[in-house]
């Protein structure tokens, strides 16, 4: 049996764990923020640049009022802000977009998320009425729930209009799974990312409480296979998912172990979970996407503190 | 999304005809298929399936439960199942193990593992879990049942021997959770 952290004395406490490892975790990417370049030997390169797209997107979601105990958290997204501007605002990395239409989306993706936080770059709004006009990124056939990012995205960065919330959403895995054995990886992540996206990353609540039963049931059920399984990654996606939905786990004990699970160093690591191809010998590449939604996690616990984290009674 | 009834009797029916016409090489194997016999049959009369019994089980956490070794775990489970009486059942509240042991069993489901789904099956009936909210575990179960009526989809588990004595396990396992379940339905259709 894997050895569980003692139990908090009350939800209190385990928000200050939340508040401590939040902030050692944005202070480790902001100390690898040069590895997180979308350029590589002066050219943009397909993996930097997902990276890249991450860290603009973690730092769309956490750039608003920080609550309290998330100060620190904040001050360092604030770097990770300027740093996503400077690269956007390369010469190179402009003209890329141009240069390379096909790849328009997921180059400017990092562009729409700063445009959402209220900066605006006259060459890039210029590259966007260009490719507008002649109908692009629309032309994209996606998965339904990249559809509902997409969506999403356009909408908050002032180019489109509200997405189509319901029928987006009845599109999706989420919507229609009926078995959650039949659910494999990334149809897991499919479900995570449309809760993302339903609740416009904890901006917008969910009007229809039935649904939300349904995927708050959904997500916990999840929580315990991923929590079983030791996968990091998932499990505090299914966390942030229920805190963006303002629900409860089941259990307290998945958020003490998503915690411990935190390196000293700061870093969150998704290795040992099964099922995820190895990363190879890189401990940045094999840690950087879990840090951030740790650190996004640790935000949304900080969040709400009226909504508890936990139903069950204490053992 | 809840399996009739009549389908899970008729799947205990084809896998007890099957129990009954096994020609089992290694004899021993004999007082097995009795008590495969004997839960299909409970089953079937909607009776608390009877094992020989252990006097008390101790009921670990959910949070233990679901960070136990499997092995640890199905074993835990075949105690607490035949056991007089469970201990330990405060301070966790039944809805907390409401939640816990169905996404338990969806989880070991995924790990395509038939024998900790039917153990954890046993344990929420016990512990008088919403048949409901088992009814994805139920079906899993009963997709695990071949054409000739035993449970357990073997045809990757080498020798023919082998094979055999693994279906007769796995018939077992499964018939006694199906039993189980039954029976712990007939007590709340009897109150």
């Not at chain 1, 590259?127 to 356009?154: K, N, Q, V, W």
């Not at chain 2, 009739?4 to 020609?23: F, I, M, N, T």
Request: charged share 25%.
């Amino acid at each position: 049996m894997r050895r569980i952290p003692p139990a908090p004395t009350e939800p209190g406490e385990l928000r200050q764990t939340f508040a401590n490892v939040g902030a050692r975790a944005a202070a480790w990417t902001t100390r690898n923020l040069a590895r997180f370049t979308p350029l590589a030997a002066g050219e943009i390169d397909g993996r930097q640049l997902k990276r890249f797209s991450e860290l603009a997107f973690v730092c769309a979601c956490l750039t608003r009022p920080a609550p309290d105990g998330s100060q620190a958290i904040l001050s360092e997204v604030l770097r990770w802000q300027d740093f996503v501007r400077e690269r956007v605002e390369d010469a190179t990395y402009r003209e890329a977009v141009r240069k390379t239409p096909a790849l328009a989306y997921p180059l400017l993706f990092p562009y729409l998320q700063l445009r959402s936080a209220g900066y605006r770059s006259s060459y890039h709004d210029a590259t966007l009425a260009r490719l507008t006009h002649h109908g692009h990124p629309l032309i994209e056939e996606l998965l339904p729930y990249r559809r509902f990012e997409r969506d999403l995205i356009l909408w908050n960065a002032g180019l489109a209009a509200e997405p189509a919330w319901d029928e987006l959403y009845d599109r999706t895995i989420l919507a229609r799974c009926r078995r959650l054995s039949f659910l494999d990886v990334g149809d897991m992540y499919s479900i995570t990312h449309t809760v993302f996206y339903l609740s416009d990353i904890g901006r917008r609540p969910l009007a229809d409480n039935l649904r939300t039963e349904r995927i708050a049931s959904i997500l916990n059920s999840l929580v315990i296979h991923s929590w079983r399984l030791a996968d990091w990654d998932l499990l505090c996606e299914l966390l942030l998912g229920l805190r963006l939905i303002g629900r409860p786990t089941a259990l307290c004990e998945p958020w003490q172990d998503a915690a411990a699970a935190f390196r000293d160093d700061g870093s969150l690591s998704s290795d040992g979970a099964p099922e995820r191809s190895g990363r190879g010998d890189d401990p940045f590449a094999s840690a950087y996407h879990t840090t951030l939604v740790g650190v996004l996690l640790a935000d949304a616990v900080l969040r709400g503190c009226d909504a508890p984290l936990w139903t069950s009674v204490r053992r | 999304m809840r399996r009739p009834a009549v389908d899970v009797r008729s799947a205990v029916v084809r896998a007890s005809e099957w129990l009954g016409s096994l020609e089992l090489p290694d004899k021993s194997d004999d007082a097995l298929r009795a008590i495969g016999l004997q839960l299909a049959a409970a089953h079937l009369r909607r009776e608390t399936p009877r094992l020989p019994p252990v006097a008390t089980a101790t009921l670990p956490s959910p949070a233990q439960l679901v960070t136990m070794e499997r092995d640890q775990l199905v074993a835990r489970c075949n105690r607490l199942a035949r056991s007089v009486s469970v201990e330990g059942r405060a301070p966790c509240d039944s809805k907390t193990w409401q939640a816990v042991l169905p996404a338990l069993c969806v989880s070991y489901a995924r790990d395509a593992d038939p024998v900790a789904v039917a153990s954890l099956v046993r344990v929420a009936a016990r512990l008088g879990v919403d048949r409901g909210l088992l009814d994805e575990a139920v079906a899993f179960l009963l997709e695990q049942q071949t054409d000739a009526g035993s449970f357990g989809l073997l045809a990757d588990s080498g020798q023919i021997e082998r094979r055999l004595q693994r279906s007769l396990r796995m018939t077992v396992e499964v018939v006694w959770a199906l039993a189980a379940l039954e029976a712990a339905d007939g007590q709340l259709d009897a109150t």
